[in-house]
């Protein structure tokens, strides 16, 4: 059963750490997207790569987050030094071109 | 920045009863997608629509593309309790922003047995 994996789950962090959250798209799948979710802004594009090649980070915040793929098979969403009003879901989801997204369990995030 | 609209914001029936639920924009997309969230879960797909006034049934989901490209419906029928969850639209543009859909803010669904 295909699926897309992050890692960890959960993270709870202090304030000022560095944080990388690990995913693993679904194999044969060329389009990576982080989203960010909270109750306030709702899914929030944070990023998203085709062919491992970032195409559009437009919705992450330049100065803390980086987002990078380092092969095919691994997508990382990294915040240093991280802040309480990250605390949030980050979601990592795959596709393969088309509009549709295959999205995995999330990463949970508490910046305390 | 494009807008989705999705209402209602949450719905509390009974099982068994059908639902109704939609998103509207302010711009048109070319992709209307519909997911289900569960509690602790990532949105999964129900339905991908890709044609104005194409109607898609998944079960007993039933989405419609609206045909001015600025909506789409969603419709839950016989509800049951597992269908309890938030409900997300997503409208996708094609052309240079192909990557991007935006989504809207969820209809969250409460089945009272």
């Known amino acids: 059963d295909a699926r897309v994996t992050q890692t960890p789950r959960h993270k709870v962090t202090e304030m000022g750490q560095e944080v990388t959250m690990r995913c693993q798209p679904i194999?044969?799948?060329?389009?990576v997207f982080w989203y960010r979710q909270t109750m306030m802004q709702g899914l929030e594009l944070l990023a998203y790569?085709?062919?491992?090649?970032?195409?559009?980070d437009s919705g992450m915040p330049k100065d803390r987050f980086s987002a990078e793929m380092p092969d095919a098979t691994l997508a990382t969403l990294k915040i240093q030094p991280s802040e309480p009003r990250d605390s949030a879901v980050y979601f990592c989801?795959?596709?393969?071109?088309?509009?549709?997204?295959?999205f995995g369990q999330g990463t949970r995030l508490t910046v305390v | 920045g494009q807008q989705l609209n999705q209402s209602p914001q949450s719905m509390f029936i009974q099982e068994g009863e059908d639902v109704s639920m939609n998103c509207t924009s302010s711009?048109?997309?070319?992709?209307w997608l519909w997911y289900k969230q569960d509690p602790g879960e990532g949105p999964v797909l129900l339905i991908a629509?890709?044609?104005?006034?194409e109607l898609t049934s998944n079960g007993r989901l039933t989405a419609q593309f609206g045909i001015t490209r600025k909506d789409s419906f969603l419709n839950i029928s016989a509800s049951i309790p597992s269908d309890v969850g938030i409900y997300f639209c997503?409208?996708?543009?094609?052309?240079?922003?192909?990557?991007?859909?935006?989504f809207g803010d969820g209809t969250t669904l409460t089945v009272k047995p």
């Open positions: 989801a795959s596709g393969q071109g088309s509009p549709e997204a295959f």
């Open positions: 194999l044969g799948h060329n389009t």
């Open positions: 790569f085709r062919n491992r090649a970032p195409l559009d």
């Open positions: 711009s048109i997309f070319n992709t």
């Open positions: 629509l890709y044609k104005a006034g």
């Open positions: 997503a409208g996708h543009p094609g052309g240079a922003n192909a990557g991007k859909s935006t």
